[in-house]
C-alpha cells in the first residue's frame, strides 16, 4: 500500500498565484486533514473531512479551500497565494472515529511564496 | 480548548544515554487519546507511541516509553539507550475521544550526540 500520498513535493508560487495540493490515500480512510507546519512550530489545522462530501474548517482556514468528492482524494486549494502561506504542508489520514491509530501521514510539500 | 505544552524546545544528549522530552496538556474531558510523533530530518511524521486516558498501564514501545500522569495532565517520552537514529523534532499530541482531530504541541528538537 502507498498510504497517503501528497504532490507536488516542492512548489514555488508567486503571489497572486494559484495551486492545488494533492492527497490521495488508498487505505480507505474515513477521516483526511491538511496540516502546516511553520519553521519552529506545531502543526496548525487547517481543514478536515470526516467522509466524502463533508469538509469543515480548522483553526486557520483562510486563504484556503478544500473539497472531498471521493473517499481517496482531499485536495487544498490555494486561490491567491500569500507569503504568510509559505509553509510545509501535511495531508493526514485515520480510519475511523477512535484515536487508537493515530494519523497516517503523507510526507508533506514544502511550499514557497515569493 | 486543549491545549499542549512541551516547555522543551530543544534538548541534547550523548548516544546511549536515557532522555525524557516533557508534555503537558490541558482539557476537561476524560476520555482521550495522547501520542508522540517523530519527525526526523526526512520532515516525514511518524507515530512513536500512543496513549489511552483510561488505561493506567503506561504505554512501551521498545526503548520508548511513556509517563502518563492524568492527574497532573502530564504524558513524558523517555528514551531508554538512545541512539543516532533518534535524532528528530518530537511532537506530542492529544486528541479528545468525542473529537475528530488531533492537536499537537509546538515541539522539542532533540539531538543524539556521537
Known amino acids: 500500500n502507498a498510504g497517503v500520498t501528497q504532490t507536488p513535493k516542492f512548489r514555488i508560487l508567486k503571489i497572486g498565484q494559484s495551486m492545488t495540493l494533492q492527497c490521495t490515500q488508498d487505505m480507505n480512510h474515513n477521516y483526511m486533514y491538511w496540516y502546516r507546519q511553520d519553521p519552529g512550530m506545531g502543526l496548525k489545522l487547517i481543514y478536515y473531512s470526516v467522509g466524502a462530501g463533508i469538509t469543515d474548517k480548522g483553526e486557520v482556514p483562510n486563504g484556503y479551500n478544500v473539497s472531498r468528492s471521493t473517499t481517496e482524494d482531499f485536495p487544498l486549494r490555494l486561490e491567491l497565494a500569500a507569503p504568510s502561506q509559505t509553509s510545509v504542508y501535511f495531508c493526514?489520514?485515520?480510519?475511523?472515529?477512535?484515536?487508537?491509530?493515530?494519523?497516517?501521514f503523507g510526507s508533506g510539500t514544502r511550499l514557497t511564496v515569493v | 480548548a486543549q491545549t499542549v505544552t512541551q516547555s522543551q524546545p530543544e534538548m541534547s544528549v550523548q548516544e546511549a544515554e536515557t532522555v525524557t522530552l516533557s508534555c503537558t496538556y490541558d482539557?476537561?474531558?476524560?476520555?482521550?487519546?495522547l501520542f508522540w510523533y517523530k519527525q526526523p530530518p526526512s520532515r516525514q511524521m511518524i507515530l512513536v507511541i500512543r496513549?489511552?486516558?483510561?488505561?493506567?498501564q503506561n504505554a512501551t514501545e521498545n526503548r520508548f516509553s511513556v509517563n502518563f500522569q492524568k492527574a497532573a495532565k502530564s504524558f513524558s517520552l523517555k528514551i531508554s539507550d538512545s541512539q543516532l537514529g533518534d535524532t528528530a523534532m518530537y511532537f506530542c499530541a492529544f486528541m479528545n475521544s468525542r473529537d475528530d482531530k488531533i492537536i499537537f504541541g509546538k515541539g522539542t528538537r532533540l539531538h543524539i550526540l556521537p
Open positions: 493526514a489520514s485515520r480510519k475511523d472515529s477512535t484515536g487508537l491509530g493515530g494519523y497516517t
Open positions: 496513549q489511552e486516558a483510561y488505561k493506567q
Open positions: 482539557t476537561s474531558e476524560n476520555n482521550y487519546y
